[in-house]
């Protein structure tokens, strides 16, 4: 048992509104310098849609994450390390800006400097990379925003590839159009993509907290993590000519706060906290059936109760504090107490972190002869509330493809659960739900009054010490963690004047 | 003394100077050691552009460095005739393809707009430099014919003679201009190596064939943590 801790993140997607605030949070303060206008650690998606960047999820496309080989032994998508070598002087899969937008300012100063003319002076769209004037603006960040139903976006969605011709006609009709956000940001896997395919060795996983990070000094320029990561989560810079990503905004999580997207998030949708988890377990639950890896990722978290794991814990240098904080860690009740949030796309293998509730969307959604059946629904046997989930406007095998590998009865179990949080709360609420019907919905949800009572209340009213349960990584305790702060303080009289050695693993 | 100046004054500065530059560069600005990518900005003319440059180029620097570091075995593979044929053959194709290669980059710097906003001074000078020297290998492959052959008697002992730091230049200073602008223009480029993106090619990454795939790394050595 190799106990680790990884700072793990939720998001409920049934609050979460589209707003974009996380992602303009983000950019303020990360990726507003030249060569990174085009990046968006953190993107919200319209789904069904085609995503940023366009099409990331065809792996066919761009080769990231890993396969099983003939062998059954887990090999990264894009390369071995023979062939990564040899394309190291063309990646054949490399996403190039048109796959993102060009980025692009308005040549405002025309405004005020034109000279004088029959017609108003206008600011003319000017590439941010050439500095030239674009004619044309072809794409830019969130192009498919809200346009569920398009026939451009919506309609090429990877994820509606299993679903039958007449399922995907019946999304596009007026009535029934239908779509959620899906915010993006890094999952800090696991066993991540990125890290693997760098052949520079430049990617790495904190031990302490699990952030993935790109060291700027070691990157080469090689490229070869834009591909291997299957979220296309590390961009370009192609002014630097190094490769970036969310860094889960750890100097804020050094000194206590949560990282800005999550703090700025208005629908509060976001939750942060850490996971314990067995580091042996790594490949072994990389490398089971599609269907079964939401199990196996659950089978690698440890419980932080149990007295095994936190010696093991304590035998790895894990502090106190941060066991404590796995204990009262919303993430651990989200994935494994109540087990309704689930990765996205564990089919990728990279065993992601952060993990999805997935949207309930509309409840009562079905057309018939062109008029809502709302009637309809009273003569399901289970009640209108309940009968959602099968007569959801999205189809299940959609969810299941996107946060279950295509897992349906894992996404089923979710939806039944947290149907049973609505009918037992409105029951309680409104008071138009008998008890047989709640029972019946707490025994489809598997559940029980006192879950569904801390489900609701986590989800609908936390507080923001209970959104985010992170210890401060407080550089000034890291330093006397290593040592006696009287020998630090002898040695290397105030701060880190003696260099650290770092240990590889 | 001209020749002398250029053919024995010249390498040594220039190596001098290379080996004084790449160690700075790599020990105080490690950052810049690498050859920013344009790929992300244009894919297509890259293409058709690098791969054969980069293969072409490493390839006949290969062969160079082969035939200078074991002459007498080459010599014993360049006695068949037909060896030599097939070895002629190879090394004109091989210099045809870098040239096209390179010189494909080259026109997609200029008339890329992305790939041109990422390129700097020091790029323009380096690409023609390279192409320079190129463009004379092939024209001495072409002209002064079974050069894998004499490379052995004349430029060879040249080189041996420098790297034994007793230089002579008797064995080159008949040869025809062009092939001794060849040499001069070697000696360029090993200059300009560590004041360029060239430096790249110091950086390949050999320990990607046996590295673990995860990396993780921690700020303190593991256990060593005192809990109070």
Redesign the interface.
């Known amino acids: 048992m190799d106990i680790r801790a990884q700072v793990s993140m939720v998001f409920h997607l049934d609050k979460c509104i589209g707003c974009h605030t996380c992602s303009v949070a983000c950019k303020n303060i990360w990726t507003d310098r030249k060569g990174t206008e085009y990046m968006w650690w953190n993107n919200v998606e319209t789904k069904p849609g085609t995503g940023y960047p366009t099409l990331w999820e065809d792996q066919e496309k761009y080769k990231g994450g890993w396969q099983k080989d003939s062998y059954g032994k887990l090999q990264?998508r894009l390369h071995s390390?023979?062939k990564?070598?040899a394309n190291?002087?063309?990646?054949?899969f490399?996403?190039?800006?048109d796959d993102y937008y060009e980025p692009w300012t308005y040549d405002y100063e025309n405004l005020f400097n034109a000279p004088e003319g029959d017609d108003q002076p206008t600011a003319r769209a000017v590439s941010m990379?050439?500095?030239?004037p674009m004619d044309s603006i072809e794409a830019g960040p969130n192009w498919d925003d809200d346009l569920g139903g398009s026939p451009v976006y919506a309609r090429n969605d990877t994820n509606l590839d299993e679903l039958t011709e007449d399922e995907r006609e019946q999304l596009n009709e007026l009535e029934r159009v239908v779509f959620f956000y899906l915010p993006r940001i890094c999952n800090h896997c696991l066993?991540?993509g990125c890290?693997?395919a760098c052949?520079?060795?430049a990617?790495?996983?904190?031990?302490?907290d699990g952030i993935v990070l790109i060291s700027?000094?070691?990157?080469?320029?090689?490229?070869m993590c834009?591909s291997g990561c299957p979220y296309k989560k590390t961009y370009?810079n192609?002014?630097?000519?190094k490769s970036e990503k969310c860094i889960l905004c750890f100097p804020r999580l050094e000194s206590g706060q949560p990282p800005a997207c999550f703090h700025s998030c208005v629908g509060r949708i976001r939750y942060l906290g850490v996971l314990l988890y067995d580091a042996d377990k790594?490949e072994q639950c990389a490398s089971v059936p599609d269907d079964q890896l939401v199990e196996a990722q659950r089978n690698m978290i440890m419980d932080p109760f149990d007295p095994a794991v936190i010696s093991a814990a304590?035998?790895?240098?894990i502090?106190?504090a941060m066991i404590t904080s796995a204990q009262n860690s919303p993430v651990y009740k989200f994935v494994m107490k109540w087990r309704i949030a689930l990765p996205l796309h564990s089919e990728f293998r990279t065993l992601p972190m952060l993990f999805y509730v997935p949207p309930m969307l509309p409840v009562l959604a079905k057309t018939r002869d062109g008029t809502y059946d709302v009637a309809g629904l009273e003569n399901e046997n289970l009640g209108a509330m309940l009968s959602s989930l099968e007569k959801a406007r999205m189809p299940i095998k959609y969810m299941a493809r996107m946060f279950a590998a295509g897992n349906v009865g894992e996404v089923e179990d979710v939806y039944r659960k947290l149907i049973a949080v609505r009918i037992f709360k409105r029951a309680q609420k409104v008071k138009d739900y008998g008890q047989a019907e709640v029972d019946s919905a707490l025994a489809q949800g598997k559940t029980n009054a006192e879950e569904v009572e801390a489900i609701f209340r986590l989800t609908a009213l936390p507080t923001y010490e209970e959104r985010f349960v992170v210890p401060p990584l407080g550089r000034e305790s890291?330093v006397e963690?290593?040592?006696?702060p009287l020998d630090h303080k002898r040695e290397a009289g105030f701060g880190n004047l003696v260099q650290?050695?770092?240990?590889?693993? | 003394m001209f020749d002398t100046a250029l053919l024995i004054g010249f390498p040594y500065v220039a190596t001098a100077v290379a080996i004084a530059a790449t160690t700075y560069r790599w020990v105080f600005d490690?950052?810049s050691?690498?050859?920013?990518?344009?790929?992300?900005?244009?894919?297509r003319a890259?293409?058709f552009g690098?791969?054969p440059?980069?293969?072409g180029i490493l390839t006949i620097l290969l062969a160079h460095i082969v035939a200078l570091s074991f002459p007498g075995t080459w010599g014993l593979f360049t006695a068949d005739q037909n060896r030599l044929y097939v070895l002629e053959i190879t090394g004109l194709s091989l210099a045809l393809m870098t040239t096209a290669g390179l010189t494909i980059l080259i026109v997609r710097r200029i008339f890329n707009?992305?790939a041109?906003?990422?390129t700097t001074a020091l790029d323009w000078i380096l690409l023609v430099f390279l192409l320079l020297q190129v463009a004379l290998g092939f024209w001495v492959a072409y002209y002064y014919r079974w050069g894998s052959d004499w490379f052995l008697h004349t430029a060879a002992p040249w080189l041996i003679s420098l790297a034994k730091f007793r230089p002579d230049i008797t064995s080159v200073s008949a040869l025809p201009f062009w092939v001794k602008f060849h040499f001069i223009n070697g000696f360029v480029i090993v200059l300009l190596l560590p004041f360029t993106r060239l430096v790249?090619l110091l950086?390949?990454?050999f320990?990607?064939?046996w590295?673990q795939?995860?990396?993780?790394?921690?700020?303190?050595?593991?256990?060593?943590?005192?809990?109070s």
Not at chain 1, 94 to 97: A, K, V
Not at chain 1, 500 to 505: G, P
Not at chain 2, 213 to 227: E, F, L, P, S
């Open positions: 990264l390390r023979l990564g070598m190291l002087f063309f990646n054949p490399l996403p190039t800006i990379i050439t500095g030239k066993n991540p890290v693997a052949p520079q060795g990617i790495y996983k904190r031990g302490e700027q000094e070691k990157c080469r320029a090689w490229r834009i370009y192609w002014s630097s000519g790594i304590k035998a790895n240098g502090s106190d890291a963690a290593w040592e006696d650290i050695t770092r240990r590889r693993f | 490690p950052y050691y690498s050859s920013q990518s344009s790929q992300f900005l244009e894919n890259l293409f690098s791969v440059w980069h293969y707009v992305r041109r906003a990422v790249h950086a390949y990454p320990s990607y064939f590295r795939h995860q990396i993780v790394i921690w700020n303190r050595a593991r256990g060593q943590r005192r809990v």
